[in-house]
């Protein structure tokens, strides 16, 4: 059985693209909380090229039975044209925090 609660990792070209992906999220009952990382330098291959930019990092707080419109939402409102999304399982943590994400998410 998969794990409920799920860590959905994504990066964007500013700040103000990661913000206005979170709020999406948040007000659509998708993520409970998303951290915000400012400044993350990345370095990888696109079209043949070596590319290195700073982006930003968002850490996108879920439940299992919300990641496929999580993914669909990102891969909506993103600007890449190929958005890193990578989904962890969370098998241990507070269980006080994950009754507030229960709470948040219905």
Not at 4 to 29: G, S, W
Not at 39 to 67: G, P, R
Request: glycine share 0%; hydrophobic share 40%.
């Amino acid at each position: 059985m998969a794990p409920h609660y799920k860590l959905v990792l994504t990066t964007c070209e500013n700040q103000d693209d990661a913000r206005q992906l979170a709020k999406q999220l948040i007000t659509q009952k998708l993520a409970a909380c998303v951290n915000i990382l400012p400044a993350v330098e990345s370095v990888y291959m696109w079209q043949n090229e070596v590319v290195q930019q700073t982006e930003t990092k968002l850490f996108i707080k879920t439940k299992s039975d919300k990641i496929s419109k999580v993914i669909q939402t990102i891969k909506e409102l993103h600007s890449y044209e190929v958005p890193e999304i990578q989904v962890l399982d969370v098998t241990a943590g507070n269980l006080a925090y994950f009754h507030w994400m229960d709470e948040v998410l219905n």
